[in-house]
């Protein structure tokens, strides 16, 4: 089968071979970040060689479905449906062997700021929380809101998501930039046709196993008070923290102050170590873009993230929703905003999958 071939099936069962191998020292343990490590190296070969496995009997069993017609075993309608479900699975293989970067494996946070606009932009921002979300349903996705900051009237201005996961971020890098809505606004008393924009950034979620150096003496705390709309349940301790860190580029020697809220629990120390960890996530996605830097040509001005440019378009009227750097287009609009988002997911990565 070809397909073997294009994913190097052979040597990986030769290497998972090797590296549990390795699991099977007696003092596997001792060292508990190395072996987590050495587990996650397995699961992963195991994916591919069973993914793989499971392909290769579908098209044995698609095959024999051909025979399976001619003595009317089986009806063209299932022999149609082994087809569809085959497709899907090598597909989904096909779009798993794009996130080979070091960085695609990891969960995400997702961030979203609502653009100039008022209301109507920050209604915009929570329609696009919300399809997020759905999309990490839909997928098993673990998504917590770490951060809200509500609009003045409607929507949000603002929200972080941390989302836990396997290949999170590596799927999500696709959404990276601005998202562009055209409708008849709702809050528009004349009932006029409105442009909104929200932007959209998303940074891999660093785990135990990579070290990132954060300097005490660029660190400093606030904490405050949180709780829910309207002044109701507010948390009489202060539980909410801000962290804010002067960051100083190594590379650039400029300097700029990174500001983190969290008020993901009522547990302090808690919303301190995830503050901290989404600072890492930020120094961590500041170290990957010069890392890039060095391994690629410029990109093309369409796939830089900035206010203006924006990289996807959803037009309530004419029921379209259309990405502009790769042209993938639908309209089934409802969909879209219901986490529908996997044919532009695939449609960027099979693209520029190589390069983002």
């Known amino acids: 089968m070809r397909l073997g071939g294009i994913f190097d099936i052979?040597?990986?069962?030769?290497?998972?071979?090797?590296?549990?191998?390795?699991?099977?020292?007696?003092?596997?343990?001792?060292?508990?970040?190395?072996?987590?490590?050495?587990?996650?190296?397995?699961?992963?070969?195991?994916?591919?060689?069973?993914?793989?496995?499971?392909?290769?009997?579908?098209?044995?069993?698609?095959?024999?479905?051909?025979?399976?017609?001619?003595?009317?075993?089986?009806?063209?309608?299932?022999?149609?449906?082994?087809?569809?479900?085959?497709?899907?699975m090598i597909e989904k293989l096909e779009l798993r062997n794009m996130l080979r970067q070091e960085e695609d494996k990891l969960g995400a946070v997702l961030r979203i700021n609502s653009g100039a606009g008022g209301t109507e932009a920050q209604d915009w921002a929570q329609m696009l929380m919300r399809l997020y979300l759905r999309w990490c349903e839909k997928h098993s996705y673990k998504a917590t809101i770490s951060q809200l900051l509500e609009g003045d009237d409607a929507g949000i201005k603002s929200v972080t998501i941390k989302?836990?996961?396997?290949?999170?971020?590596?799927?999500?890098?696709?959404?990276?930039?601005?998202?562009?809505?055209?409708?008849?606004?709702?809050?528009?008393?004349?009932?006029?046709?409105m442009t909104s924009f929200a932007s959209v950034f998303v940074t891999p979620l660093v785990d135990d196993s990579i070290e990132i150096v954060v300097?005490?003496?660029?660190?400093?705390?606030?904490?405050?008070?949180?709780?829910?709309?309207?002044?109701?349940?507010?948390?009489?301790?202060?539980?909410?923290?801000?962290?804010?860190?002067?960051?100083?580029?190594?590379?650039?020697?400029?300097?700029?102050?990174?500001?983190?809220?969290?008020?993901?629990?009522?547990?302090?120390?808690?919303?301190?170590?995830?503050?901290?960890?989404?600072?890492?996530?930020?120094l961590y996605e500041k170290e990957l873009q010069h890392r890039r830097a060095e391994q690629r040509k410029v990109e093309d001005s369409k796939m830089k993230i900035e206010w203006g440019s924006q990289i996807r378009s959803y037009v309530f009227d004419d029921r379209r929703v259309k990405d502009h750097r790769t042209g993938h287009q639908t309209s089934d609009v409802n969909a879209v905003m219901d986490g529908e988002i996997d044919g532009f997911i695939k449609a960027y990565l099979m693209e520029f999958g190589g390069k983002a």
């Open 10 to 88: 052979d040597s990986k069962r030769v290497e998972v071979e090797e590296e549990e191998l390795r699991t099977h020292v007696p003092d596997f343990w001792e060292d508990k970040k190395a072996a987590e490590a050495q587990m996650r190296k397995v699961k992963e070969l195991h994916y591919w060689i069973d993914s793989y496995d499971e392909v290769a009997k579908m098209v044995d069993e698609l095959s024999l479905g051909f025979d399976f017609i001619k003595d009317e075993l089986i009806t063209e309608e299932e022999l149609d449906g082994i087809y569809a479900k085959t497709i899907d």
């Open 163 to 193: 989302i836990e996961g396997d290949f999170a971020y590596g799927y999500l890098k696709s959404e990276n930039g601005v998202h562009r809505l055209v409708r008849v606004s709702p809050y528009n008393a004349q009932g006029k046709r």
């Open 215 to 282: 300097e005490p003496a660029r660190l400093s705390w606030d904490t405050f008070r949180s709780g829910g709309a309207g002044g109701q349940n507010v948390n009489k301790v202060e539980s909410g923290v801000r962290l804010r860190y002067q960051y100083k580029d190594p590379y650039t020697g400029e300097e700029e102050e990174i500001l983190i809220e969290n008020t993901e629990t009522r547990d302090q120390p808690k919303n301190k170590e995830n503050a901290m960890r989404q600072l890492k996530s930020i």
